[in-house]
């Protein structure tokens, strides 16, 4: 027999009951390889439940990219520009598709990379690289309240959820310059007291 983490009134307590966002990034194939790393990267960053005030971090989440650990090699970006067969090659649809659902949601945002190529699958100036122990995605649970985050994948299609409870937050956003070399994402978060909060997210692709 294995204790729960949590129980049933504790789970309960939590009262998590509205979905605040979710995102879905457009289907790509890819090789098989490269689905067999999105579907291991999108299982190890869902069933998460985030305490107020605490932080996500992919890179923490998806560990050690070796094939012990499941991964396998597909083309990922390395260096300036060049596409090379890394050991989990293709994560970066996992980190875009979470940063996004973080963004609609209006979660707070600690930290965020554009790649340094274009990728067109990606939505334009809102895409989210992971290196091993470099660039990140973290994000900050800032409401008052457990948050819980879900992901699905076939490979092909991913999504994330993100449930809690809502505090009346609202999230706008504007996009600026060229979709393949510079460009600017400005979102706009708004709390039913009028507070808001302005912040950019600023994109420059090399190649």
């Known amino acids: 027999p294995v204790e729960p983490e949590l ?7 939590m009262d998590i009951r509205d979905l605040l966002a979710s995102y879905a990034t457009t289907p790509y ?4 390889n490269r689905q067999n790393n999105v579907r291991l990267g999108t299982s190890l960053c869902s069933g998460i439940l985030l305490a107020p005030g605490e932080e996500f971090d992919t890179d923490k989440r998806l560990g050690k990219r070796d094939w012990a650990h499941g991964w396998r090699t597909a083309p990922g970006i390395v260096g300036r520009g060049r596409l090379e067969y890394v050991y ?3 994560i970066c649809q996992v980190s875009t598709t979470l940063f996004n659902a973080v963004f609609e949601a209006g979660l707070e945002v600690l930290e ?4 340094s190529m274009y990728i067109s699958h990606y939505p334009s100036g809102r895409d989210a690289t992971v290196t091993a ?4 995605m973290r994000f900050r649970n800032d409401t008052d309240h457990y948050v819980f985050i879900y992901g699905e994948s076939t490979g092909i299609v991913t999504k ?9 937050r609202t999230v706008t956003s504007s996009f600026r310059g060229y979709r393949s070399s510079r460009c600017t994402v400005t979102r706009t978060v708004t709390w039913p007291d009028g507070t ?6 600023a994109s420059r692709y090399i190649y």
């Open 29 to 32: 194939y890819g090789s098989r």
């Open 88 to 90: 989990g090659g293709g």
């Open 160 to 168: 994330f959820y993100i449930w809690g409870v809502s505090d009346g």
């Open 196 to 201: 808001a909060k302005t912040e950019e997210f």
């Open 112 to 115: 965020r990379h554009n790649h």
């Open 7 to 13: 129980t049933t009134a504790e789970v309960e307590a």
């Open 133 to 136: 122990g470099g660039k990140n």
